[in-house]
Each structure stands twice: as C-alpha cells, then as structure tokens.
C-alpha cells in the first residue's frame, strides 16, 4: 500500500472502486506524465450520494463532504492508470458545484476536495484549482470534481 493510501487509511477512507462513466468517456487518460480525470461525480457504490441543488436542498457543508467523495473517485481514477499513488503530484483541481441562483460559497463547496488531496498527498498535494458555480450537473448532482496530475516514474 502507498503512503497515500495509508493517510487516507488514517482519515477512516480507503481508495474505491473506479466509478463507472455515466455516459460516452474513460474516467481518466494518461499522456506522458499527465493523468487527467474526467469529471468525477459523488458517487459510492454505483449510486449518486445526493441530489440537488447546493443552497436549496443541499447544504454547503454536506455538498464539501459531497466533493471529498468525489476527490476520492478521482483518486481512484488516477490509480487505475498508476502503479504507484507515491509518484503522483496533484496539478490542478477543477470543481463545478450545481447552486441556487443565490449561493455564492462555491470555494468552500470544493475545499471538501482540496483538503482531502493535501492530506492524501502531502506536500504533492498542493494545486492550482477553479471552482465554478453551474445550473444543473449530470444526474441533478450537486457537485463534480475532476483533477490533474503529474506522475514520477
């Protein structure tokens, strides 16, 4: 197991299954040293973990904790390209958050994701991120993560 693996194992979470695309992509491609991750929904075990709008039926806190999952999927993703989770370095963070028209807390929405990357990662974990608000995400989810990085061989 990586260091990686044994931090996220410290925070109770382990690394899931690759969550299956929900329409016509991979969940992540690698070209030369960077591994990029299509978007990465909420999703654990096979399912959507919430829907629903962040600022209406989804509070801004459930939706950080929505996007540490989704964190996790990206990871997972990465992995099913990369040997070994030490050699990543995590580049950029690119999250999309489905808000009420009212709701402006989209960065501490996607912190759920930045955080979990810089304790998961360590000092490979810092990043370069955007997070956007949007009107509706695949499946009504309240938020969507993908990520970019660079592996060492």
Known sequence: MSAVEDRLSEL???VPAVAAPVAAYVPAIRDGNLVMTSGQLPMVD?????TGKVGAQVSAEDAAQLAQT???NAI????SLVDDLDTVR?????GFVASDPSFTGQPAVINGASELLAKAFGDKGAHA???VGVAVLPL????????TVSVTD
């Open 46 to 50: 096979g399912k959507l973990a919430a």
């Open 70 to 72: 989704c964190a996790l």
């Open 90 to 94: 995590v580049v950029k963070v690119v």
């Open 76 to 79: 997972a993703a990465v992995k």
């Open 140 to 147: 009504d989810a309240p938020v969507e993560v993908e990520i």
């Open 129 to 131: 991120r955007s997070a």
């Open 12 to 14: 109770g979470l382990t």
